[in-house]
Nanobody
Framework: QLQLVESGGGLVQPGGSLRLSCAASRLTLNYHAIGWFRQAPGKEREGVSCISSTDGSTLYSDSVKGRFTVSRDTAKNTVYLQMNNLKPEDTAVYYC???????????????????WGQGTQVTVSS
């Protein structure tokens, strides 16, 4: 069964960094647009970043632009979300998601994505 697995979450102080990983079984991530989403308590899930499978182009929400970086490691079949200068408002469960269609540009729009991981908790607090 197709599965995405996130890891790398945890507790970090404001200003700190974390790197989230998204790994897949039975899916070559390089062929698929991969999105990162997050959901804070009491809030709707929102798109954070994504990376296209066409040219590797990336998108970021305004709230994380300049602080987060999404990337791929083709050899490890893993997508990363490097999060720097974390703020308390970044606290959320973070999910990676995969588009079932190969070789498309990514968007920060949930309906594009069919495959979802179970999420990893990121807590930013002093």
């Amino acid at each position: 069964q197709l599965q995405l697995v996130e890891s790398g979450g945890g507790l970090v102080q404001p200003g700190g960094s974390l790197r989230l990983s998204c790994a897949a079984s039975r899916l070559t991530l390089n062929y698929h647009a991969i999105g990162w989403f997050r959901q804070a308590p009491g809030k709707e899930r929102e798109g954070v970043s994504c990376i296209s499978s066409t040219d590797g182009s990336t998108l970021y929400s305004d709230s994380v632009k300049g602080r987060f970086t999404v990337s791929r490691d083709t050899a490890k079949n893993t997508v990363y979300l490097q999060m720097n200068n974390l703020k308390p408002e970044d606290t959320a469960v973070y999910y990676c998601a995969g588009d079932p269609i190969q070789f498309v540009r990514c968007v920060l729009h949930e309906p594009q994505y069919e495959y979802w991981g179970q999420g990893t908790q990121v807590t930013v607090s002093s």
